[in-house]
């Protein structure tokens, strides 16, 4: 992963935000983005692809949902750089978060992320 190549993925306020909310939830499926940014399903998957593409994200399905997680492969300087901008900046998902916590797309239990064998859910509080 080049630097100019993570810096581009997140040259997108739509996909720094995304980013942003995984980082504080763990995971989320594409259905709490659209939620939380209040965009449409086909953006959010557009911009979730482009950043799975950089190697920021990854995936898993389950059912008929997808969510997105951070790859645990991002070299530590940018998970630094991630978690630094997230604190600093709390104000660009302020209205996101809000969204975010008042509804839950999926209806069920959350899951582990730790164990994919856990019971399925959308969101996940670590």
């Given amino acids: ?10 040259a ?14 763990g995971e989320l499926c594409v259905c709490d ?5 209040n965009l449409s ?3 959010i998957s557009r911009h979730l ?3 799975k593409a950089s190697g920021i994200l990854l995936d898993r399905k389950q059912k008929q949902w997808v969510y997105y997680r951070l790859n ?4 530590a300087w940018f998970d630094q750089v991630l978690k630094l901008t997230v604190a600093g900046n709390e104000a660009l998902i302020t209205e996101a978060r ?3 916590s008042s509804q839950n797309c999926c209806d069920e239990l959350p899951v582990d992320i730790s ?9 996940t509080t670590l």
Avoid: W, Y
């Fill in 33 to 37: 983005l659209v939620t939380a940014l």
């Fill in 12 to 25: 997108d306020d739509t996909r720094l935000k995304a980013v942003s909310l995984i980082l504080i939830n």
């Fill in 49 to 51: 692809a482009q950043l």
């Fill in 41 to 43: 399903q086909p953006k």
């Fill in 115 to 123: 164990n994919p064998d856990s019971s399925s859910g959308c969101r």
């Fill in 98 to 100: 809000q969204r975010l």
């Fill in 72 to 75: 645990p492969a991002i070299p």
């Fill in 1 to 10: 992963m080049k630097p100019t190549e993570l810096f581009k993925a997140l």
